[in-house]
């Protein structure tokens, strides 16, 4: 079975440029996650689809962050403008569906380093 | 608001030597708690995941348990090898909100010395 795939793997900018991340989530996922991982911290949720629905975009800075999941499958993560402190690592996850009882299965994440 | 922390944030140990990493968290209405492993470059890897109405869970030489009554959860790694070494993070669901929103610890950093 193949694994959650995302591209880039890693990513210079300079701030204020635009930068966006794509994921394709293990096939006959419903639910996809964006995590945002800073270095030395936990990954922390921005934004939760299912299917191609915002579940929860509660912690997803909206002013420069988007995300989308047209078809309900691969999804986009988009930040324009960049700023210093977007440096970190951009999780995508999928799991079959949004239930607590459902594993969370983490692509290898796009390394993003602002300038 | 759900806190998990993990304490202590780095661990060196010489192979051989069981690992005992902590997890603690604030709020103990949890649905579950997760152990994930996370390599260098590499994303997250499911180890564990303990249901609140369990005690502990077990997998090879891996063991955790889980005290909800006092927020806390522990992984024991036995007789520890090189290749255990890498990023030990735990993680809770926000059963209050909707889907299965993980809150995650920090993490532990483990090298294990031949």
């Known amino acids: 079975e193949a694994g959650v795939a995302q591209s880039p793997r890693y990513k210079i900018i300079e701030k204020r440029q635009s930068v966006a991340f794509w994921c394709n989530p293990i096939?006959?996922?419903?639910?996809l996650y964006w995590y945002q991982q800073i270095l030395g911290q936990g990954p922390k949720l921005l934004i939760q689809?299912?299917?191609?629905?915002?579940?929860?975009d509660s912690q997803l800075p909206k002013d420069r962050f988007s995300a989308e999941r047209l078809k309900g499958v691969d999804s986009t993560l988009k930040i324009q403008p960049a700023k210093l402190e977007d440096s970190a690592v951009y999780l995508c996850?999928?799991?079959?569906?949004?239930?607590?009882?459902?594993?969370?299965?983490f692509g290898p994440g796009t390394r993003l380093t602002v300038l | 608001k759900q806190e998990v922390t993990q304490i202590p944030a780095a661990l060196s140990v010489p192979e051989g030597e069981n690992l005992v990493l902590n997890c603690s968290f604030t709020?103990?209405?949890?649905?579950?708690l997760q152990w994930f492993r996370q390599d260098p470059g590499k994303g997250l890897t499911s180890l564990l995941l303990i249901q609140s109405s369990q005690r502990e869970q077990t997998s090879g030489r891996l063991n955790a348990s889980l005290d909800k009554s006092s927020g806390r959860s522990t992984l024991y790694i036995a007789a520890s090898q090189p290749g255990d070494s890498a990023t030990y993070l735990c993680a809770v669901p926000l059963i209050k909100a909707a889907g299965n929103k993980l809150t995650f610890g920090g993490g532990t950093r483990v090298l294990v010395k031949p």
């Open positions: 709020d103990s209405a949890i649905y579950n």
């Open positions: 996850a999928s799991s079959f569906s949004a239930d607590l009882t459902d594993t969370q299965y």
């Open positions: 096939s006959g996922h419903a639910t």
């Open positions: 689809f299912q299917n191609n629905g915002v579940v929860d």
